[in-house]
């Protein structure tokens, strides 16, 4: 090889790496912008510190699963974006969970959002504010850790009272949710909602319709009873056998069509 072409090898190299160090420069962070979606300052300025910790850091290289991990210890946070700006700018959007259940186990109380992610173990829950969960016969929690979701023996029962309780955008009338499994059956399970004026709401067979149910169930409630009857009695709502739906007031026909 002669000098020649040796020369212009090194001139390329020279090239390429000036080329590879001005876009390393290029895109480094230079600012992160943090959107927080909550009601109340829930460490705050402890992320957006902890956040600004990648600036100077090279976006086009920064892998996203890191920064969302950086934040798995803000448990009542929940990350829904992270996104890179070109040229220097990371942006990240998170939106606060908030306490819907609390459930006891073990010994310890657990307080979740309305998904069953698992926020926080409390010595005490003010139970205005949020809905106990009792899990009855036929229903045991396998697993239960800050951080993660509840685990159960029937978590497609259990997720289906959660899309009941969102379907249905549960107020603070409920006190608790009960689940069970009903006697002299193997897959079949009530939902009883407990309101705080005294009325129990069942949703029978949880796993067939339940949303449907729910819906028809809390109109009666919310539509069709008096301020007196609100402060006592039953409602279900069951499917017959003929497809159609029914619901009952303290085993009185309620016809909401």
Do not use: W
């Not at 969970?97 to 307080?111: A, H, I, L, M, N």
């Not at 229903?139 to 850790?145: A, D, F, H, Q």
């Not at 949710?177 to 709401?201: A, R």
């Not at 085993?251 to 909401?256: G, V």
Request: aromatic share 12%.
């Amino acid at each position: 090889m002669n000098t020649k072409r040796i020369v212009l090898i090194l001139i390329a190299i020279a090239f390429l790496l000036i080329a590879v160090f001005s876009l390393v420069g290029l895109f480094a962070i230079k600012k992160v912008e943090v959107d927080f979606a909550v009601s109340e300052d829930r460490e705050v300025e402890s992320i957006q510190t902890l956040l600004d910790g990648y600036n100077g850091k090279n976006l086009m290289f920064l892998n996203i699963d890191d920064v969302k991990d950086t934040l798995k210890g803000y448990h009542y946070l929940e990350v829904l974006s992270v996104d890179k700006q070109y040229p220097n700018v990371l942006k990240v959007s998170l939106k606060e969970r908030r306490e819907v259940y609390y459930v006891d186990f073990d010994g310890k109380t657990f307080v979740m959002n309305e998904n069953g992610f698992v926020l926080a173990q409390k010595d005490y829950v003010e139970s205005r504010n949020v809905i106990k969960l009792t899990l009855g016969d036929g229903v045991s929690i396998t697993e239960i850790k800050e951080g993660s979701v509840i685990k159960t023996d029937n978590d497609a029962l259990l997720s289906a009272v959660f899309s009941m309780a969102k379907s249905v955008n549960l107020t603070d009338c409920i006190k608790s949710i009960s689940v069970k499994k009903i006697d002299g059956y193997d897959t079949v399970y009530d939902t009883v909602f407990n309101s705080f004026t005294g009325v129990e709401i069942c949703i029978e067979d949880t796993l067939v319709n339940g949303e449907d149910k729910v819906s028809k169930a809390f109109t009666v409630y919310d539509e069709y009873l008096t301020d007196y009857q609100k402060t006592y009695g039953a409602i279900q709502a069951y499917l017959q056998q003929d497809g159609q739906y029914k619901v009952t007031y303290n085993q009185e026909f309620i016809d909401i069509t």
